[in-house]
């Protein structure tokens, strides 16, 4: 049942993090950290040009100090905490989030989508898995339930990602009178991967994204395969437009319209953010710590297992053996952040990495070339700076979503910067005209295509920098968000 609430809000969004976080200060108090992102800029975006202040953003406590936060604050966070965003925070029991958020939706869904699964071992489906897939039901409907309490009549709803693909069904059966839209940040795996998952479990998935008016991805590839998955696994109806791509889904007296917004980079943010006094300090370190006359290779990532980190730096390895010219001549910067710790496979994969690049210093360096300048504490300031100073920029993931860093370092880029990137990522949908593109099993290839890129021509690589800068900013943040709102509101 819905709580007795006033339903005030035109506009709600659904995200497993939200716009704020909160830790203990050193006296012991709350402290509160906002965020920023496509959503937070979009949000911000809307409510301006609007005038909609009652947009409502709806995120899981996701620590102690949130949970404190979230219970101190009752139904809504402290605008002043959240840079004046309506904020409900909702305080999950941490044994269920756990359960939901590590144990289905970052290792199972993330791993279905990024075809990332050992099959001759995993994934096992046993009482285990069926336990934390019952926290991951209860998880949805915590913010199905959120949700139908605060939206307004006839409100548009915009639900983020794999964490919550249950919650636009559940919604639907809570409040009919609401327009909503559930949108893919990762890939969305073919129907002979999604299989892996059990049959009611798959069917499931694909009846909560379909309980949305509309589904939305990154790229027309994953809508496609959204729709080849629908057609296999519950045998939903296909539509196609003029052109033959899947339009519509047609499923239980429903129709879910299909849309692909590909999000670009925040140009206007980059160019400012990357010249400010910590921006250039950091260059200034680099610059120290690469050495004078030489060209630079960079990465910017977390460890993540889809980021393809370890093949990226066997390829530099093997550009290093091939080409000899380029030894003390060439520095990989590579910065790996560490990422979901807490999961023993991410802590073995970030050793796996650091080992990699003390083997590579190890039998090239010399006295004066370090030849792999590995950083695993995250610092955007000096990514930003590995940006601009950038020769060539590494991104060959084994399979992602979009890949934001392949639409950054073109746009913060000093004097252009040659892309090597892996088709496998979702933009290379707008950006494989200009770049390298590489396979991102094939180390000889992508050494060989780091080997171009270093050779390239710097008017040719200034020229391709502005077409490709041109491509990653034609769709930024605020209007991606704005073209989904405006799509869920024509219907």
């Not at 269920?96 to 289905?104: C, D, E, I, S, W």
Request: charged share 25%; hydrophobic share 45%.
């Amino acid at each position: 049942m819905v709580a007795e609430h006033v339903h005030t809000a035109p506009i709600v969004v659904a995200s497993n993090r939200g716009p704020v976080s909160y830790r203990r200060g050193a006296d012991g108090t709350l402290v509160a950290g906002r965020g920023g992102g496509g959503l937070v800029s979009g949000l911000s975006s809307i409510e301006q040009d609007a005038g909609e202040a009652a947009a409502v953003w709806v995120c899981a406590a996701l620590g102690e100090g949130d949970r404190e936060a979230a219970r101190a604050a009752g139904r809504r966070l402290d605008p002043a905490d959240t840079g004046g965003h309506l904020v409900r925070m909702l305080d999950i029991a941490p044994e269920t989030f756990a359960a939901a958020y590590n144990g289905v939706a970052n290792s199972v869904l993330w791993f279905l989508h990024h075809m990332l699964y050992q099959t001759p071992l995993e994934p096992t489906f046993d009482r285990a898995f069926r336990e934390q897939w019952a926290a991951y039901e209860a998880y949805n409907a915590a913010f199905a339930e959120a949700i139908a309490e605060e939206a307004a009549e006839g409100a548009v709803v915009l639900v983020q990602d794999y964490h919550l693909a249950l919650v636009p069904g559940l919604l639907r059966d809570l409040r009919a009178d609401l327009r909503i839209g559930h949108f893919s940040h990762t890939p969305w795996a073919p129907p002979e991967y999604f299989r892996m998952l059990p049959d009611d479990v798959a069917g499931q998935l694909l009846r909560g994204v379909l309980g949305g008016d509309r589904a939305a991805f990154l790229t027309r590839r994953w809508a496609e395969a959204f729709a080849a998955c629908c057609a296999e696994v519950p045998g939903a109806e296909v539509l196609r437009d003029g052109e033959g791509q899947a339009a519509e889904i047609r499923y239980e007296g429903r129709t879910t319209r299909l849309g692909v917004h590909g999000l670009g980079a925040d140009g206007d943010f980059l160019r400012e953010r990357a010249h400010r006094t910590d921006v250039e300090e950091r260059m200034a370190a680099l610059r120290e710590q690469i050495g004078p006359g030489r060209r630079t290779i960079v990465r910017v990532d977390r460890t993540e297992l889809s980021k393809n980190i370890v093949r990226g730096l066997h390829a530099y390895r093997r550009l290093l053996e091939e080409h000899p010219q380029w030894r003390g001549r060439v520095v990989h910067i590579a910065f790996a952040y560490p990422s979901r710790q807490d999961l023993a496979v991410y802590r073995d994969y970030t050793a796996e990495v650091e080992r990699v690049a003390r083997e590579i210093n190890s039998a090239f360096g010399t006295e004066d070339w370090e030849p792999v300048a590995l950083h695993v504490k995250d610092d955007f300031a000096r990514s930003l700076a590995a940006y601009r100073l950038a020769d060539v920029a590494l991104v060959n993931p084994i399979r992602d979503g979009m890949n934001l860093v392949a639409k950054e370092i073109p746009v913060a880029s000093d004097h252009g910067c040659a892309l090597v990137l892996s088709r496998e990522a979702g933009a290379a949908a707008e950006l494989g005209d200009e770049a390298i593109m590489v396979n991102p099993y094939d180390v000889e290839a992508t050494a060989r295509a780091l080997h171009l890129a270093l050779l390239m021509d710097a008017g040719e690589r200034a020229e391709r920098t502005k077409r490709l800068a041109a491509a990653a900013t034609a769709l930024p943040p605020a209007r991606w968000f704005g073209d989904q709102l405006r799509a869920l509101r024509a219907l």
